[in-house]
């Protein structure tokens, strides 16, 4: 680490130039939120040593984010995440795209400007916003289903600058499992042959045989090698609507 003394007329990127550091790093080191304000006088730290940049290892940090997001919040989020998730497209049995309710133009647009990749991501929602596994059925054993989902899918990543495509199904029938497995791994070729990654959102498991409906309608190897990428969705354990509770 080195001290820098902040100067008149400095910007953050001025000084993360100067250092050859990228000035998400500068500001995350120091705890500064964008837009990233200075004070002539004040003291950074700039993480290099002995004049070359710290060697560090590279991560993928991925968000879910409601259209309805505070705008401040995903401003000062964006620097930092690689992905954001947009939550989320629905669909119907016919295999039919159900956007948002609410725009989610904006926050895609800022995602992009950041250079954020925005992902759609698709979850069986029904109209009453809860996991529906029955339409998870429905879409899985109806090739015309599958197929009109994948092609509303494109035509909605391509027209709204998405980079790719987040699955998020959630309570899937253990009699669905295969079935679901080659769902993802079609829609993953398909979506791959435009560029467009594909990951799919897991349950964490404490065991191979974990019983429950979180996890016995997911063949996590199977998934690994179907989609780009899998998320481990280990809020599942921490958050404030989390099956585990804590004393």
């Keep these: 680490m080195e001290i820098y003394v902040v100067k008149q007329g400095d910007t953050i990127d001025r000084i993360a130039s100067e250092f050859n550091v990228p000035a998400t790093e500068i500001a995350f080191v120091n705890q500064i939120s964008y837009p990233y304000p200075l004070v002539i006088g004040q003291a950074l730290l700039i ?7 710290q060697y560090k290892r590279e991560v993928n940090v991925n968000g879910y984010a409601y259209p309805y997001i505070n705008s401040k919040v995903l401003q000062t989020t964006l620097p930092y995440l690689t992905d954001l998730s947009v939550f989320s497209y629905g669909f119907s ?5 159900i956007p948002p309710s609410q725009d989610d133009t904006g926050m895609i647009n800022a995602a992009l400007e950041f250079g954020t990749s925005p992902m759609l991501t698709l979850t069986p929602m029904d109209e009453y916003g809860r996991f529906n596994n029955n339409l998870i059925s429905a879409l899985v054993s109806s090739n015309s289903a599958q197929e009109n989902l994948i092609n509303q899918a494109i035509g909605m990543i391509n ?50 045989g974990q019983k429950g409906l979180l996890y016995e309608g997911k063949d996590y190897g199977g998934l690994g090698a179907a989609a780009n990428s899998c998320l481990l969705m280990t809020y599942e354990w921490g958050y404030k609507y989390s099956y585990l509770s804590y004393r």
């Design 159 to 208: 027209a709204k600058g998405f980079r790719g495509l987040d699955i998020d199904f959630e309570y899937i029938k253990a009699e669905d499992r295969d079935l679901f497995t080659s769902f993802v791994a079609k829609m993953t070729r398909e979506l791959n042959i435009y560029g467009y990654w594909v990951s799919v959102a897991l349950a964490p498991k404490t065991s191979s």
């Design 93 to 97: 049995e016919e295999g039919d795209l």
């Design 47 to 53: 993480p290099i040593q002995d004049g070359l940049q």
